[in-house]
């Protein structure tokens, strides 16, 4: 069984930085492309961006504007997402999920192992 944990969100102003964090346990995590996704109120789940198993990312370009990064420690098991400039649209739910499958990393279904989330407000 794996299990995915995020932490680190929280209430922000905008201008902020935050770090989101995305640790997982019960398999090896250098298996894992790790995906983040988030969810804003009244809208869908989509795709910020994702960290391959060689450390290569990508990103949702629309959404992310350059201000993303994600990183891996995989010795200590855990996937970052550092959020610089936040802006009151990046309010929403943020995910982590982790795929140990080679489709995709854009898409939800490539990942079998889902967080609960954790919320970002941003104020302006």
């Known amino acids: 069984q794996v299990h995915v944990v995020e932490s680190g969100g929280g209430l922000v102003q905008a201008g902020d930085s935050l770090t989101l964090s995305c640790t997982t346990s019960g398999r090896a995590f250098n298996n894992f492309n790790m995906g983040w996704f988030r969810q804003p109120p009244g809208k869908e789940r989509e795709f910020v961006g994702a960290i391959y198993r060689s450390g290569a990312t990508t990103y949702n370009s629309d959404s992310v504007q350059g201000r993303f990064t994600i990183s891996r420690d995989n010795p200590k098991n855990t996937a970052y997402l550092q959020i610089h400039s936040l802006k009151p649209e990046d309010t929403a739910v943020y995910y982590c999920?982790?795929?140990?499958?080679?489709?995709?990393?854009?898409?939800?279904?490539?990942?079998?192992?889902w967080g609960q989330g954790t919320q970002v407000t941003v104020s302006s």
């Open positions: 999920a982790a795929s140990g499958s080679t489709t995709p990393v854009r898409m939800e279904r490539s990942y079998q192992y």
